[in-house]
């Protein structure tokens, strides 16, 4: 297994456009998580999923963003009508293995946005 | 609130020097508590971690102590190398367990 992979490593998208990143999580891990980083700053939560089942959500998620994961696998963020504000780092993570407490994330190297 | 603080950065020392950084931490209960180090150009990468009180992580020579009383979890290295320069976050589960919350990062740069 190579890790929790992202896909683009970096997005630079017009202000207004939409973006869609996506994730790979490690294969035995049952829990997805996606959280945003800003510079100089560590990273915040925006949402997990257990399987396919998005259990919880920030208030950072606001109504132009969105996640999914249809088929308990890989996971998709969408920020629509990006704004110069969404410029960071959005990291995903997964963990733990099924059976495991959770106390342990594993996260992908990140997708680096830039709204311009 | 449910936090976590960190020592501020940057932070330069010395190859062997004594490294400390510190951490503390708000919670209801007693959470996980964690380091993770991001290395340049790299992906968060979990360091040590402590699951209950008086409990001791060690990776790498580092080592943190979960300490309930001073509701801290100070990261310590007896001598750095050049190869640790790297920005390095303390993060506690959040509530429920289903996340983490995380510092704001501390950058340490090591000079040979």
């Known amino acids: 297994d190579t890790g929790v992979s992202q896909d683009p490593r970096h997005k630079i998208t017009k202000r207004g456009q939409n973006v869609t990143f996506r994730c790979d999580p490690i294969?035995?891990?049952?829990?997805l998580y996606w959280y945003r980083q800003t510079l100089g700053q560590g990273p915040e939560f925006l949402t997990y999923?257990?399987?396919?089942?998005?259990?919880?959500k920030s208030r950072l998620l606001s109504d132009r963003f969105s996640a999914e994961r249809p088929k308990g696998s890989f996971s998709t963020l969408e920020i629509q009508r990006t704004e110069q504000g969404d410029s960071a780092m959005y990291l995903c993570?997964?963990?733990?293995?099924?059976?495991?407490?959770?106390?342990?994330?594993?996260f992908g190297q990140g997708t680096r946005l830039t709204v311009v | 609130g449910n936090s976590v603080t960190q020592m501020e950065g940057p932070v330069t020392l010395s190859e062997e020097a004594f490294l400390t950084i510190n951490c503390t931490y708000t919670?209801?209960?007693?959470?996980?508590l964690f380091w993770y180090v991001q290395y340049p150009g790299e992906g968060l990468q979990l360091l040590l971690k402590?699951?209950?009180?008086?409990d001791k992580g060690s990776n790498k020579g580092f080592e943190a102590t979960y300490r309930k009383e001073t509701t801290s979890f100070h990261l310590e290295k007896g001598s750095v190398q050049v190869s640790d320069s790297a920005v390095y976050f303390c993060?506690?589960?959040?509530?429920?367990?289903?996340?983490?919350?995380f510092g704001q990062g501390t950058r340490l740069t090591i000079n040979p």
């Open positions: 993570a997964s963990g733990p293995r099924r059976g495991q407490r959770n106390t342990e994330a594993f």
């Open positions: 294969s035995e891990h049952n829990r």
């Open positions: 999923f257990q399987n396919e089942a998005q259990l919880e």
């Open positions: 919670a209801t209960g007693y959470p996980s």
């Open positions: 402590a699951t209950k009180a008086d």
């Open positions: 993060a506690r589960e959040g509530q429920g367990a289903q996340k983490l919350v």
